[in-house]
């Protein structure tokens, strides 16, 4: 059965260029077997190699892709999700317009990507943007449960006013013997970004129906994804009949087997890439999949048509950044332990890179009996090693924003540290001054006494915080009767978090 648009991506590999996949018999005829190569990345924010050059980069994604290419024609580069945004990329303007995802998507097609989903934080950038990223895509989409709200109706994205972006795809792959398979896709996205452009359908429920629909017209069902692990789980559980998995969402690694169903997630910002055999075996209906985890480093050269475009766009973010009044090859930390950016960490406890923003925000407000920060601001997700520049502190706070001081009743603050401590695990928990404690019996203090909720306090805070849009955080907003008054913003530091954890560590 076709997928419900009718739209199926063919590729058929002519047989001069092809290389034997899987046994050939004698005289070349088709034995029913048949391998396929996925080279599979996910939450990639950073173009350019990161840890001094040793780690990532795009032009060494497309060298690990042609490095499999010349061993089988059938493989293909696959995008789980999560690279227009957030990027440090995003706040800086080329040609009159704002970047937002432009450098990565061109970084992608040079590489040779073949098929992408959309991460929830491809909806971070307005709607037009969106769309002319989908338009500028040389590679292939899909997106089962994701689609384009328009006028309170929900419709595929389209990409250049004509093709629409299926809900399933399928190719049609062919080795050396004649053996031919067909490999349907089911595209999902979690439901967690509300952009007011996007709507979604249940994951589960619609990669049950859309398998169904494909499973007896393909040789194998594969479904890349950007969720939760555990959705992957529960999708694997549900559907024991895919071949597998190729997930994204979560920044370390992830490598689980349910059932017969691998489940493959590698490191963000293409420090890894899972490279997953499928072996397909017509004659006897069975699926073999052969997953490996390849480091993606210094062991890997450059490919130079995809660096050329990288280099392209590492000169065109330098001229921003000095334009914004950043050095951003300039050391700011020589030597010492290095910063833990990790989102396993700074997403539960505080580390000391949270510790340093937060010092900063204080230093920047000194007039603040508290500082709070979203620990979603930080999009590092690394451990930042010796020496760390002023690019270090971009990239770690890409969404850059403000920072805002409030006068607030103690009865809000305290509701506020609450919520936040609950968030463990997402980008509401909060992190703020080691004069704010938490005891066993539930109190909150500052100074040692407990928090007065009658009592006026000046809080200062990331300025996404008073927005309302933190998780689980809508009743913080400068409407709440709690804020008692909103302060004007004085001076570069208060202006942007970067600059003031800049001047911070510079002062």
């Known amino acids: ?28 005829r088709d034995d029913g077997k048949i391998e396929v190569v996925f080279v599979q990345v996910n939450d990639v924010y950073e173009i350019a190699p990161l840890s001094g050059g040793k780690e990532g980069g795009m032009a060494r994604v497309a060298s690990l892709k042609k490095k499999y290419l010349q061993q ?84 595929p994205f389209v990409k250049n006013g004509k093709e629409a972006i299926p809900k399933t795809r399928i ?63 529960r999708l694997a559980r549900e559907l024991p009949g895919l071949a597998l998995i190729l997930g994204g969402h979560e920044h370390d690694r992830r490598f689980e087997k349910i059932g017969k169903v691998y489940i493959t997630k590698a490191h963000a910002n293409a420090k890894s890439a899972y490279v997953v055999t499928l072996k397909i075996n017509k004659k006897r209906g069975r699926l073999k999949a052969d997953p490996e985890l390849e480091y993606i480093n210094e062991k890997l050269p450059f490919d130079p048509a995809t660096d050329a475009v990288v280099q392209k766009w590492v000169g065109i973010a330098d001229k921003n950044f000095g334009s914004l009044g950043f050095d951003v090859r300039k050391t700011l930390i020589g030597s010492g332990a290095p910063l833990d950016g990790r989102e396993s960490e700074v997403r539960f406890r505080s580390t000391n890179l949270t510790r340093l923003i937060v010092s900063a925000i204080a230093h920047a407000a000194p007039k603040a009996d508290v ?26 706070l890409p969404f850059g924003g403000g920072i805002r001081e409030a006068d607030m009743k103690g009865s809000l603050l305290i509701k506020t540290l609450e919520q936040g401590r609950k968030n463990a695990g997402n980008g509401g928990f909060l992190q703020y001054n080691e004069n704010v404690t938490y005891d066993a019996s539930g109190s909150w203090k500052l100074n040692g006494s407990p928090i007065d909720p009658n009592k006026t306090y000046r809080v200062a805070m990331a300025e996404f915080l008073l927005s309302g849009k933190e998780a689980n955080m809508d009743f913080l907003n400068s409407k709440n009767p709690g804020v008692v008054k909103v302060h004007e913003a004085e001076g570069a530091s208060l202006s942007d978090i970067r600059i003031a954890v800049i001047k911070y560590v510079e002062r």
Not at 9 to 23: E, H, I, M, N, W
Not at 84 to 106: D, F, H, T, W
Not at 122 to 130: A, G, K, M, V, Y
């Open 171 to 233: 190719i049609t792959v062919k080795d050396k013997d004649g053996t031919t398979a067909r490999i349907g896709f089911i595209g999902l996205t979690l439901p967690f970004n509300r952009a007011d452009y996007v709507s979604y359908t249940d994951p589960l429920q619609t990669a049950k129906e859309l398998y169904a629909q494909l499973k007896d017209s393909v040789d194998a069902v594969v479904a890349v994804t950007h969720q939760l692990i555990e959705e992957d789980i």
């Open 72 to 155: 089988n024609p059938n493989t293909f580069l696959v995008m789980s999700g999560d690279f227009v945004s957030p990027s440090v990329y995003n706040s800086l303007q080329y040609q009159g317009k704002a970047i937002r995802g432009k450098q990565m998507v061109e970084a992608m097609n040079a590489a040779g990507t073949d098929l992408a989903v959309f991460g929830n934080h491809e909806f971070d950038i307005r709607e037009n943007e969106l769309q002319d990223r989908i338009n500028e895509s040389e590679f292939q989409w899909v997106a089962s449960n994701a689609f384009h709200k328009k006028n309170d109706k929900a419709a």
């Open 1 to 28: 059965m076709r997928n419900i648009y009718g739209i199926a991506l063919v590729l058929l590999l002519g047989a001069s260029s092809c290389r034997t996949t899987g046994s050939s018999t004698a005289g070349g």
């Open 371 to 396: 500082v709070l920060m979203n620990s979603g601001s930080i999009r590092v997700d690394d451990i930042l090693q010796m020496p760390v520049t002023q690019y270090d502190i971009i990239r770690t």
